[in-house]
Nanobody, 123 residues
Framework: QVQLVASGGGLVQAGGSLRLSCAAS????????MGWYRQTPGKQRELVAT???????NYTDSVKGRFTISRDNAKNTVWLQMNRLKPEDTAVYYC?????????????????WGQGTQVTVSS
């Protein structure tokens, strides 16, 4: 059983900062890429940032220079530091992980999602 638990969302004024955390737990053998996505009502979930196990990062253009993704492989945890927040960053933020886990007598792979955390930026 694998679980991702996200935390750190909240209400902040424009220009402020928030830090999201996401911890993966369970019978994990290896986590490849981890990432953060966001979704607003009526829109598709969009990629915010991803990070590989080696530390290579990728950001959507609208957050470059403001958001920083990082991870601790030993703790199976990924963070998203969000600075200079804008009202258009308001969304539910989801973490995910592309991982391999133990399943009784063999390994299995899959993409798992956290439960989502609300980020609201007021103008």
């Amino acid at each position: 059983q694998v679980q991702l638990v996200a935390s750190g969302g909240g209400l902040v004024q424009a220009g402020g900062s928030l830090r999201l955390s996401c911890a993966a737990s369970g019978s994990i053998f290896r986590i490849n890429a981890m990432g953060w996505y966001r979704q607003t009502p009526g829109k598709q979930r969009e990629l915010v940032a991803t990070i590989t196990s080696g530390g290579s990062t990728n950001y959507t253009d609208s957050v470059k220079g403001r958001f920083t993704i990082s991870r601790d492989n030993a703790k199976n945890t990924v963070w998203l530091q969000m600075n200079r927040l804008k009202p258009e960053d308001t969304a539910v933020y989801y973490c995910n992980a592309d991982l391999t886990y133990y399943k009784v007598s063999y390994f299995a792979s899959g993409i798992y999602w956290g439960q989502g955390t609300q980020v609201t930026v007021s103008s």
